[in-house]
Each structure stands twice: as structure tokens, then as C-alpha cells.
């Protein structure tokens, strides 16, 4: 892992000369700012695309343009390098990881498909490329239960949410094998919160993410990705929601949506990895072309293919 001290110095540029640099040196380099929904207020204003998993996998396979600059956490970067061999695919913190994608390993995986040699197997994107490149198909939060109704077999092997492939199994008749890696983000999530928040907003409609513990989702109204709570934040009637979900997707549905109240279900709920990226080190990013993503081509080969699968279903 690169040693990633900023070398901006930080003291000497406001966060309005870090933007303006950014925007300047994006439209010298020919860059595109990708920013999951997750991030601090200061990186969602730099987006030329904001947006949840898929969306960003499918405009980074998209995008014309020579230099990705990736904010999210990794798996997230290197989708985008999967999908986008061509293009220079830029994580300014390399160290910032998804506790959940590291629960599955390839030679636990190996071994649940040699027990069950009938399944195919489904990676939640939120895995690593050796994982990707060990399963059939890979699905996000938005497109689990049409990936795993569109895929041909009876038995599923879903690593490694146990709580997306339990909201999955609610939709199909199919046998889902589960893998037990959770998020440790939405399991703090609890139905006390739920009681509480329905007594003090009781004509709130309640979104919650379905990497929630499923006591939780079978309390929601309404049960999606981010981008899903997004549409539905803009096309709901209602004027009050509770969030199930990260506090970074508060912040954009309140700037979207000014004359309507986001509410976090409980206290708010950080993922620190997510908050890892400031603007120094996109500035950083930019300025001295790094942190370059790299996946051994094989694996990147292999992986593809199951995102490329992926993105067949919307
Ligand atoms: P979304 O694809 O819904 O944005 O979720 C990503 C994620 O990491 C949820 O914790
Ligand atoms: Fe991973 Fe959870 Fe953070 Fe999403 S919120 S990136 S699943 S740790």
C-alpha cells in the first residue's frame, strides 16, 4: 500500500482553490469525477456522475473520456478499471476498503461451490476482483433479485451479504446459499430505532438499504439502493422520509429535495472508509496521476465477464 500523505498542503488552499484546481486540471486532463453517494458534501459537488454502484460500473464502461477519478471505496475503483481497461482509473486513497468485500476469500468460496456443485454462483459487487473472477454473474443492491431470477439454476450460491441474499430469497422460489459477511455499517441499524422514529415522524415514509438486518427491512416502507431512495425521495408524495442507510446519501436528498425533510433512522451511521477521501487528495490525485488501479489481467479478464453479465440487467 503507497504511503498516502497528502502533499498539498493544506493549510496554505481553501476548499474553494482545492475546487477550483480540481476543475481546472479535470478539463486539462481529459477527467471524469465519479463520487458514490456515500461521500463528504465537499466530493458529491465535485461529480460530474453521483450515483450508487451500478450506475457508477455502467458510466464508467461508458465514458469517453481518458482519466476516471474514482471516489468510493476500492472495489468500487476497480470495477471501473474492469469495465474501462483503456482509460486511467485513479483512486485518490487506495487504502480506502470495504470491511464487507474482504469477508469472502477465493478459497472459501472455492470450497462452498465444490459442496454445491449444482449452483451457480452470484458476487455482490462488493467483493474483490479475485472473488469476481471465481463466480458467475455479479449483481448490486438495485439488481439482485432480477439477477438471481435471470440466472440459469435452482441453487445460488450469494456471497457475501447475508442480509441481501436474505431480502433476495423473499422475491424467488430458488435455494439461496448464503455466505456470512454482513456490513457492519447497516447492521448497526436496530428496531428500537425503527419504533422510535415511527413514534416522533409517524407520517414519515421509512427507506431503509437491503443490507440492513432483515428484522429491520421487514419493518420499511420502502427497500432500495441508494439511487433507488433517491427516485423515490423525488417521486413520493410524501414530504417526511426516515433513511436506513450511510449519512453521505442525507446530504444529497436534502439538496435535492429542499422542500422535504431526510431524517437518519437512529443516530447517523458512518462509514469511515467512504470519508476517507478529501479534496487534497483528489487534488493530489489529479496533479500527480495516482493512485493508478491495477488488477492482474487475468483476473481482470475473468471478473469481466461476470460484470458484463451484470450489466445486462438494470
Ligand atoms: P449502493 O449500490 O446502493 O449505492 O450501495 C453500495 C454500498 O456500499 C452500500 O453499503
Ligand atoms: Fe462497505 Fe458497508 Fe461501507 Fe458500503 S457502507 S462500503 S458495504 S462497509
Redesign the pocket.
Same mark, same amino acid.
Given at each position: 500500500m503507497p504511503n498516502i500523505a497528502s502533499m498539498t498542503d493544506e493549510k496554505s488552499l481553501s476548499n474553494e482553490e482545492m475546487t477550483a484546481e480540481i476543475k481546472c486540471l479535470t478539463r486539462e486532463k481529459d477527467a471524469f469525477i465519479l463520487v458514490h453517494n456515500?461521500q463528504l458534501p465537499e466530493i458529491q459537488a465535485l461529480a460530474d456522475i453521483l450515483g450508487d454502484s451500478l450506475d457508477l460500473a455502467r458510466r464508467s464502461a461508458e465514458t469517453m473520456h481518458k482519466i476516471i477519478v474514482f471516489c468510493g471505496?476500492r472495489f468500487m475503483a476497480e470495477t471501473a478499471h474492469i469495465l474501462a481497461p483503456d482509460k486511467l482509473v485513479l483512486h485518490p486513497r487506495p487504502d480506502a476498503g470495504?470491511?464487507?468485500?474482504d469477508m469472502v476469500d477465493v478459497e472459501g468460496l472455492r470450497n462452498l461451490k465444490a459442496e454445491h456443485p449444482r449452483a451457480k454462483t452470484v458476487a455482490y459487487v #462488493?467483493t474483490n476482483a479475485e472473488v469476481k473472477a471465481e463466480v458467475d454473474v455479479c449483481c448490486t443492491s438495485s439488481n439482485a433479485v432480477k439477477v438471481v431470477e435471470g440466472i440459469d439454476a435452482a441453487e445460488i450460491i450469494f456471497v457475501p451479504d447475508c442480509n441481501l441474499a436474505d431480502y433476495v430469497q423473499r422475491f424467488t422460489k430458488k435455494k439461496i446459499i448464503p455466505w456470512a459477511g454482513f456490513?457492519?455499517?447497516?447492521r448497526r441499524f436496530k428496531v428500537e430505532e425503527v419504533e422510535a422514529s415511527r413514534n416522533q415522524f409517524p407520517d414519515a415514509l421509512l427507506m431503509v438499504h437491503p443490507?440492513c438486518d432483515p428484522e429491520v427491512v421487514a419493518l420499511a416502507d420502502v427497500v432500495a439502493s441508494t439511487n433507488g431512495m433517491v427516485k423515490e425521495a423525488k417521486t413520493s408524495k410524501h414530504k417526511r422520509f426516515i433513511v436506513g442507510t450511510?449519512e453521505g446519501l442525507i446530504h444529497r436528498l436534502k439538496q435535492e429535495n429542499p422542500g422535504k425533510e431526510f431524517y437518519s433512522l437512529g443516530s447517523p451511521k458512518i462509514?469511515e #472508509?467512504?470519508k476517507k477521501i478529501r479534496l487534497e487528495h483528489v487534488l493530489d490525485s489529479l496533479r500527480m496521476d495516482q493512485y493508478k488501479v491495477t488488477v492482474e489481467p487475468d483476473v481482470a479478464a475473468r471478473a469481466k465477464k461476470a460484470l458484463n453479465e451484470m450489466l445486462r440487467y438494470v
Open positions: 456515500y471505496v470495504c470491511p464487507m468485500a #462488493n456490513c457492519y455499517v447497516h443490507e450511510e462509514c #472508509n467512504m
